[in-house]
Structure formats: C-alpha cells, structure tokens
C-alpha cells in the first residue's frame, strides 16, 4: 500500500473515530467482520446501463437506468425506449419531439454508446459486478444490510432500484472505512488468468490507465444456484435482502415451475422449500434437491475518466444487434402504421 493510500485511510479512521456514531460503527464492524470470513472477491463480468450529464442538474454524471443489463446492446434499447417515451409522453414541442426521435432512429440502426439531445449527453455505462466468497461460498446479506418497511410476501412487489440518481463521482467520498479501503484497492483490479480471452484482458489493462477513477455503486441482492462445484446467477439484483428472498419465493412458487415446466413432483418439492423459506422469516438459503439457493449480497463498480464513466469495451460481446423497438411518430406525437 503506498503512502498516499495509508494517508487517505488514516484520515478516513480518524473521521469515524471523531464522529462516534454507534451506528456507523456496528457498521463498520460488520464489514471487518466480512471481511476476515469472505475475504476473496468473485468477478461474475460485465453489467451495462445508462447515464446523464445534464447541465441543469449538476456538473457530474448520474445513473438514469440501473447498471444490470448483461450486455451492451440491452443498454442501449432501453435508451431508446427512454428517449421514444419521452417523445411520446413528456413533450408538446414538435422540435423536441423531432429532435428525440431523432436519436432513436440511430438506435434503431447503429450501436452507439452515445448520443447528445438537446444538451444532455447520454451514455451506456459499463461496470463489473462482484462478490466476496469464502469457504463456504458466496456472502449473503450482512446484519446490518438495510431492510425495506414493508417486509410483506404477497401483493404486489415494487422494489425500485437505487441507481437512478446516483453520481458517479469517483472524488466523492465513500461512506465507511472499508468501502474506502476497496475502492482504493480495486484501482488497479484488472482481469487476469487463462480463463479470460487475451483481448478482453488487454482493454482491462488500458482501462486502469483511460479510466483510473472507482466509483461503487449501492450494494444489491440477488439470488444465486449452487449445484456441483460452482455458483451461477439465477435473478436480477434487488435493493433489498428482503427484495431478493421475496423474488427466491415468487421464483419457485410461480415464475420457475412455468418457465421450466415443472413436472407435479417438482412443483410440490419447489412449493414445500419456499414455504419453509418464507416461515423462516430471515433465511437466506432454500434447498430444493440438489440445489441451494441463497441471497448473496453483490457489489458493482464503474470506472470514471476525465470525460466520465466508461462506456463499453471492444471485447464486450453483444449476441443481437439494434432493431427499431417502437412504433414510428411523428413531431406532432401521432403515432402512424409501420409498412
């Protein structure tokens, strides 16, 4: 660790001393703690999403789309969803309307991580998720892991993400001694080994130099699958450990057993471990045969340089290319039949 890295984290330690908040400090604790007991971190790869830079809200880059989708090109149709119905719904000026229609049809034709309407530039945003693993697998949630008011388990479920709004301003301070200290470690985090294909390895490497800024963003929870060796990912990231355990339970009572058409023996095993997963209250992990699931706690970050965050690399793999995704309007709003 070099000095400057010690000077930092000494006075990050002296602020939480000086501050004396039992919260931030059971926190803190917590995250020592986690850090002794998963102390290896488990690179799951890219995520992409979209972000802003609008003069009128503030001179730094904010998240507009949650940074989950799996590839580029995911990124980039849900630009062009948001600029359509902005066009559709959130204007009456025909320029304007003009103006974002245009920006979708390059969409519909090319794969560009950039676009600039009316002033605000808009950028798919690359990030790497990952989590810290131990002996016994991945990390669930921590005590201390926020918990939503309503912890219900039936109705409906809105979990809304935590990334809108979120500056990505690697200059911010992190809040916590440890996330400090990650941020700091991870740098220099680059992908390494055979596993990882020599071009993906090199834009690793050149993005420590063209992106040298970290920012983390909010810490999410997701359902993973282990079965034989390994972990494998089995839904979206939620804002909650609540969130999640409430997917993993509409997952293998509803979504699952449709989508993988369950047999009467498989629905009935998938039925009896959620609703002992539910009475639990707090668990998270349900075993259904030779399967175990449990909530892992997921971190992501993005790589900002002087023109702002990174956009996607060039061994980032996309399996389908843009296509038009909306009815065709006109400046006027009236949406007109497609040939």
Same mark, same amino acid.
């Given at each position: ?35 002794? &007991? ?52 959130? %204007? ?13 049809? /390059? ?54 993400? %935590? ?26 985090? %680059? ?40 972990? &494998? ?38 039925? &009896? ?21 449990? /909530?892992? &706690? ?42």
């Amino acid at each position: 660790m070099g000095d400057d890295w010690k000077r930092q984290l000494d006075q990050l330690h002296a602020g939480l001393v000086q501050r004396d908040d039992p919260a931030e400090l059971v926190t803190e604790a917590d995250a020592v703690d986690a850090s002794y &007991r998963y102390p290896h971190l488990a690179v799951r790869g890219p995520v992409f999403g979209i972000a802003a830079l609008d003069p009128a809200a503030g001179p730094h880059w904010r998240v507009v789309r949650p940074i989950v989708d799996g590839m580029a090109q995911q990124a980039r149709d849900t630009l062009n969803s948001l600029l359509w119905f902005k066009a559709k719904d959130d %204007t009456d000026d025909p320029a304007e309307r003009r103006d974002l229609l245009a920006a979708v049809a /390059i969409l519909e034709r090319r794969p560009v991580n950039e676009l600039e309407v009316r002033g605000v530039r808009y950028r798919v945003v690359r990030g790497d998720e990952f989590a810290r693993t131990g002996a016994d697998g991945l990390e669930p949630p921590r005590p201390t892991d926020p918990e939503p008011a309503d912890r219900s388990w039936t109705g409906r479920h809105n979990a809304p993400s %935590t990334d809108p709004g979120f500056a990505l301003d690697p200059t911010e301070d992190t809040p916590g001694l440890m996330s400090s200290a990650l941020k700091m470690g991870l740098r220099q985090f %680059t992908y390494t080994g055979a596993r990882f294909p020599a071009d993906v390895r090199r834009d690793s490497e050149r993005a420590v130099h063209t992106h040298p800024g970290i920012v983390l963003l909010p810490v999410g929870f997701g359902v993973a699958e282990r079965r034989d060796k390994g972990w &494998r990912p089995r839904t979206t990231l939620m804002p909650t450990p609540h969130d999640a355990r409430r997917m993993l339970y509409d997952a293998m009572t509803e979504s699952w057993p449709l989508l993988h058409q369950f047999d009467a023996e498989e629905r009935a095993a998938h039925a &009896r471990a959620a609703e002992e997963f539910k009475a639990a209250g707090h668990a998270n992990e349900a075993r259904v045969g030779d399967s175990l699931y449990r /909530i892992c &706690r997921t971190e992501r970050l993005v790589r900002v340089g002087p023109d702002g965050p990174e956009p996607p690399r060039p061994s980032d793999v996309d399996s389908y290319g843009p296509m038009k995704m909306h009815p065709t309007m006109d400046e006027d709003g009236r949406l007109l039949p497609d040939d």
